[in-house]
Nanobody, 120 residues
Framework: VQLVESGGGSVQVGGSLRLSCKASGFGHVNFCLGWFRQAPGKEREGVATVDQDENTDYADSVKGRFNISKDNDKNTLYLQMDSLKPEDSAMYYC????????????????WGQGTQVTVS
């Protein structure tokens, strides 16, 4: 599965962004999808996940502000980010098919280019 992230940018504190993750052929293998982020000097961390039953998990730092969703027809995963804070600034990545399916899991994989989010 090839994944291409987009939608990042520079926003002011309190602003919103919607990230997209376009995948080739993930509609049939979508038992777990997730967003991750990595800030300079920090380890990559899980942000949000969604499984095949639409169960979601969010990092405590983003609960109530971020929403993960998917459109299987468009083979696209989304991350709606509202009330953005400076600490949300990071490179954001998506990943598929990892277990266990929650934000505590950071897959050992070759990551894509990601999309940069900067909040100031």
């Amino acid at each position: 599965v090839q994944l291409v992230e987009s939608g990042g940018g520079s926003v002011q504190v309190g602003g919103s962004l919607r990230l997209s993750c376009k995948a080739s052929g993930f509609g049939h293998v979508n038992f777990c999808l997730g967003w991750f982020r990595q800030a300079p000097g920090k380890e990559r961390e899980g942000v949000a996940t969604v499984d095949q039953d639409e169960n979601t998990d969010y990092a405590d730092s983003v609960k109530g502000r971020f929403n993960i969703s998917k459109d299987n027809d468009k083979n696209t995963l989304y991350l709606q980010m509202d009330s953005l804070k400076p600490e949300d600034s990071a490179m954001y990545y998506c990943a598929t098919n990892f277990v266990p399916c929650h934000t505590g899991t950071v897959p050992d994989k070759k990551w894509g280019q990601g999309t940069q989010v900067t909040v100031s």
